[in-house]
Structures are given as structure tokens and as C-alpha cells.
T-cell receptor, first 116, second 110 residues
Framework: DTAVSQTPKYLVTQMGNDKSIKCEQN?????MYWYKQDSKKFLKIMFS???????INETVPNRFSPKSPDKAHLNLHINSLELGDSAVYFC???????????????FGSGTRLTVV | KQEVTQIPAALSVPEGENLVLNCSFT??????LQWFRQDPGKGLTSLLL?????REQTSGRLNASLDKSSGRSTLYIAASQPGDSATYLC?????????FGTGTRLTVIP
């Protein structure tokens, strides 16, 4: 069974549309994340959720909103999509102990979003 | 702010060679460092995780070292194979965040 799964794997949509990317982890991890990989292959954190609480929110447009219905899910909603949103989005999870991440991160396989 | 740099950006080696990938970071106050592999169009696969208290970790033909005081980590790949061709990313976990390097694209030539 896949530890961190994202759906869909590919998403092609028109400018102005609203779309969602789903992420689920079956590892029992406490924290989940969304990362964006740009055209230069640089990974940058967008959000993280710990026990349903947003603990990191980098300077991303408010058109992006994470939704966590429970500890095992962190979905990414994007409103009014723009051409510049085209990228690969990765979901990840980690098990935090104390003040640091001890066991490392597990990543999903990514969602390639193309806005046309 | 933590900055993670990987050198070289790209590397081509003939099959069978041993090679070293480098990762440097500016803030030594890290909890751990993780090496990932990314195949074209695919997700990230975790290779090795080194805790801040550790000096190295080994898995098969891979060996990763960590020198916190100098802000450096290396990933050593022994007897490289064409299947090792991928982009290798290092990432350091600092205060509430994971910082990624820009990656080294490795090509192993048969």
C-alpha cells in the first residue's frame, strides 16, 4: 500500500478554474505538508498541518488553501488558477517527536498541474 | 535563513565509477539531513536520513556523511550503475521547516 498518495497525478485545466488536489497518508504521521516544485526543480514549502493546525504558511497567494478533514488527509484547494501556478505539487508527511522531525519525510509521487 | 547548496549541478560518469555528491548548508542548527532521489517526472524517494547527532548512514552502495560544524554533507555512491541516473536532492530540517538544495543531476553512462 502506498504510504502517501496524491490524486490526481496529472491535472490540466484552464485559467480561472478552481481545482483541488487530494493527499492521504496511512503512516499515522502527525504532520502533513504541501510543496511546490518550480520549473527549475526547486522545492519550496507551501503549507504544513500538525493535528489540524496550520503551523507554517509561506508567502503563497491566498488563492491556495489547505484543508485537513482529519490527521490522515491534507487537500490543496486552488481558486482562480493562473498560468504561473503550473508546477508539480508534492504532498509529504512526517512523524514529529518533541521539537524536531526524527524519522524524516515521506513524499507522495506528485501532481503535475498544467494551467492553459 | 537556511540556504542549502548542492555542487555540482550536473555530473556525468562512466558506469562502475565511485562518485561523491556534495551538499552544504549555512545554518548548522539542524535536526537532521535527508538525501532524496528524484527520477524524471516522478516523486521523491528517500535514500538516507542522518540525525544531527550522527556522522554517517549507509544503505547498500550509498553512504552519506554529515559534518554539522562545517555545514556539509556528502553522498557517496559506489560502483555506479545506469539505474542510478536521477536527480539527487539533499534537505535539511531546521526550525519548523525542511530546506531543499537545488539538486545534482547524475547521469551514469553505460
Amino acid at each position: 500500500d502506498t504510504a502517501v498518495s496524491q490524486t490526481p497525478k496529472y491535472l490540466v485545466t484552464q485559467m480561472g478554474n478552481d481545482k483541488s488536489i487530494k493527499c492521504e497518508q496511512n503512516l499515522g504521521h502527525d504532520t502533513m505538508y504541501w510543496y511546490k516544485q518550480d520549473s527549475k526543480k526547486f522545492l519550496k514549502i507551501m503549507f504544513s498541518y500538525n493535528n489540524k493546525e496550520l503551523i507554517i504558511n509561506e508567502t503563497v497567494p491566498n488563492r491556495f488553501s489547505p484543508k485537513s478533514p482529519d490527521k490522515a488527509h491534507l487537500n490543496l484547494h486552488i481558486n482562480s488558477l493562473e498560468l504561473g501556478d503550473s508546477a508539480v505539487y508534492f504532498c509529504a508527511s512526517s512523524q514529529d517527536i518533541g521539537t524536531g522531525v526524527i524519522y524524516g519525510y515521506t513524499f507522495g509521487s506528485g501532481t503535475r498541474l498544467t494551467v492553459v | 535563513k537556511q540556504e542549502v547548496t548542492q555542487i555540482p549541478a550536473a555530473l556525468s560518469v562512466p558506469e562502475g565509477e565511485n562518485l561523491v555528491l556534495n551538499c552544504s548548508f549555512t545554518d548548522s542548527a539542524i535536526y537532521n539531513l535527508q538525501w532524496f532521489r528524484q527520477d524524471p517526472g516522478k516523486g521523491l524517494t528517500s535514500l538516507l536520513l542522518i540525525q544531527s547527532s550522527q556522522r554517517e548512514q549507509t544503505s547498500g552502495r550509498l553512504n552519506a556523511s554529515l559534518d554539522k560544524s562545517s555545514g556539509r554533507s556528502t553522498l557517496y555512491i559506489a560502483a555506479s550503475q545506469p539505474g542510478d541516473s536521477a536527480t539527487y536532492l539533499c534537505a535539511v530540517f531546521g526550525t519548523n521547516n525542511l530546506f531543499f538544495g537545488t539538486g545534482t543531476r547524475l547521469t551514469v553512462i553505460p
